[in-house]
C-alpha cells in the first residue's frame, strides 16, 4: 500500500464534506476565463479535523509563496489582508441551507480529477457524482499573484465518493418527478 508523501499545501477532506457545483465531468469556464474543472466543498463546521488541517495547508502556502506574493513589492502582505479559499458558509451562504453550519472551498483544476468510489474503485457512470454527494476530496493550496490579485487558491486533485445525498439545486429525479401519477391519468390524457 502506498503512503502519501507529506506535503504541507495538501490535504485530503473528511468523508462528510458534500459536494456542491460539481462540474467534474467537463471542464466549464466562468466569467470568460479559462475553463477548469471545480467543485465547491462544503465541510461542517463540527469537522475539525479538516478544518484545522486546511487551515494549516493555507498557512503553509503563505510561507512557501512569499515571493509569488512579494511580486514587485518590499514586503509580503500579511496573510489577513489577502484572498484566502476558506469561507464561512453561515456568512456567504446565509440563505442556502446546504451551507448553514459549514465552511466551504472552493476547488478547481484545468485537468480532470481521478474519481473513485468508497471502495478505490474508478467511477464511470456520470450519473453517480452531482451536486449534494458526500467524499473526500484531494485538494491542495498554492500562492498566486494575478493582475494585482494575490492571495491563495486551492486546486482540485481527486475526489472519493463516500455515499449519496439529496441532491441540490432543487431538481428532483425522474421517478420522484411522475411518483404521483395514476395509470389511470395518462388514460384520460390519451383519449
Known sequence: MAKNNVTPTKVITGKD???SYANVWEPKSINGGAAKYSVSLIIPKSDTVTVNKIKAAIQAAYIEGEST???N??????LTSIKTPLRDGDLERSGDEAYKNS??????????PGIVDANKQDIIDRSEVYSGVYGRASIN??????????????GLNHLQKIRDGEPLGGRLSAADDFADIDDDDTDDFLN
Do not use: D, E, H, Q
Open 69 to 71: 506574493l512579494r511580486g
Open 103 to 112: 465552511y466551504f472551498v472552493n476547488a478547481n483544476s484545468k485537468i480532470a
Open 73 to 78: 513589492s518590499r514586503a509580503v502582505p500579511p
Open 141 to 154: 493550496f498554492f500562492a498566486f499573484n494575478s493582475n494585482g490579485n494575490k492571495g491563495i487558491a486551492c
Open 17 to 19: 464534506t458534500r459536494w
